[in-house]
């Protein structure tokens, strides 16, 4: 089952999780949360806000030393005075932690919404339930692929937007298998391509993921013809 509750863009995952973090030791004894996963979830909380703020500070940053370095290098009318920016300050680094902290939080959830005593109002204030507008939105969304040869590999070319990645599935002439996920565009197709003086028609399709399970429509099928 798709989870429609989960806040795709990183900036409201970490408020999501903040908010969740913030709340959850109230429904401790309730749920029988031990004192060592109310502290681990707090945690993933402070690590996620602080690794979000401080990308945006770097980002921010990196923006201002690209304006400079263009202006160093081929100045700018009624520009006369070019100072190079200060690094960002970033805040004191929290506690780390182990990578998986959307997992770890999806986890948890899963197992709160199956206590009997879980109820919508208790998952309302935690963040953990959905509108039905958002999950609409969730629904219908379907990827876009074009897939093109570069470096002698086939390429598609898809955009993320706010979703995880995609599971890509391809057919080599016998129908259509699991291919990979992907989760960084574009992704590139590593299969051996036909013998030497042989060519055939592969397809793709993908659909997306919030985290490893997949929401919205199978994206319309391409095809590329390839050659040894």
Same mark, same amino acid.
């Given at each position: 089952?798709?989870?429609?509750?989960?806040? *795709?863009?990183?900036?409201?995952?970490?408020?999501?999780?903040?908010?969740?973090?913030?709340?959850?030791?109230? /429904?401790?004894? *309730?749920?029988?949360?031990?004192?060592?996963?109310?502290?681990?979830?707090?945690?993933?909380?402070?690590? !996620?806000? &602080?690794? %979000?703020?401080? !990308?945006?500070?770097?980002?921010?940053?990196?923006?201002? &030393?690209?304006? /400079?370095?263009?202006?160093?290098?081929?100045?700018?009318? @009624?520009?006369? %005075?070019? +100072?190079?920016?200060?690094?960002?300050? *970033?805040?004191?680094?929290?506690?780390?932690?182990?990578? $998986? +902290?959307? !997992?770890?939080?999806?986890?948890?959830?899963?197992?709160?919404?199956?206590?009997?005593?879980?109820?919508?109002?208790?998952?309302?204030?935690?963040?953990?339930? =959905?509108?039905?507008?958002?999950?609409? @939105?969730?629904?219908?969304?379907?990827?876009?692929?074009?897939?093109?040869?570069?470096?002698?590999? +086939? @390429?598609?070319? &898809?955009?993320?937007? @706010?979703?995880? $990645?995609?599971?890509?599935?391809?057919?080599?002439?016998?129908?259509?298998?699991? *291919?990979?996920?992907?989760?960084?565009?574009?992704?590139?197709?590593?299969?051996?391509?036909?013998?030497? $003086?042989?060519?055939? +028609? &592969? =397809? /793709?399709?993908?659909? /997306?993921?919030?985290?490893?399970?997949?929401?919205?429509?199978?994206?319309?099928? %391409?095809?590329?013809? %390839?050659?040894?």
């Amino acid at each position: 089952m798709p989870i429609t509750y989960l806040e *795709l863009t990183d900036e409201k995952f970490a408020i999501q999780l903040s908010n969740f973090g913030s709340k959850i030791g109230t /429904y401790a004894t *309730l749920f029988a949360l031990t004192p060592a996963e109310i502290t681990s979830i707090q945690a993933d909380a402070a690590q !996620f806000a &602080w690794t %979000v703020m401080s !990308f945006k500070k770097i980002e921010s940053n990196k923006q201002n &030393w690209t304006k /400079y370095k263009k202006i160093l290098r081929k100045g700018e009318a @009624n520009v006369t %005075v070019n +100072v190079a920016p200060s690094a960002p300050a *970033l805040d004191a680094v929290p506690a780390a932690v182990a990578p $998986g +902290v959307s !997992f770890r939080f999806t986890t948890i959830v899963k197992r709160i919404k199956a206590h009997p005593c879980y109820a919508t109002a208790i998952g309302q204030n935690l963040g953990i339930e =959905k509108t039905a507008t958002a999950k609409g @939105n969730t629904d219908d969304a379907q990827p876009k692929l074009k897939a093109i040869m570069r470096g002698g590999k +086939v @390429n598609l070319v &898809w955009k993320k937007g @706010n979703f995880t $990645g995609i599971l890509i599935e391809k057919d080599s002439g016998a129908g259509f298998v699991a *291919l990979d996920k992907d989760f960084s565009p574009d992704f590139i197709d590593n299969s051996p391509m036909p013998a030497a $003086g042989e060519s055939a +028609v &592969w =397809k /793709y399709r993908a659909i /997306y993921l919030v985290g490893d399970d997949k929401v919205g429509l199978i994206s319309d099928i %391409v095809s590329i013809t %390839v050659a040894g």
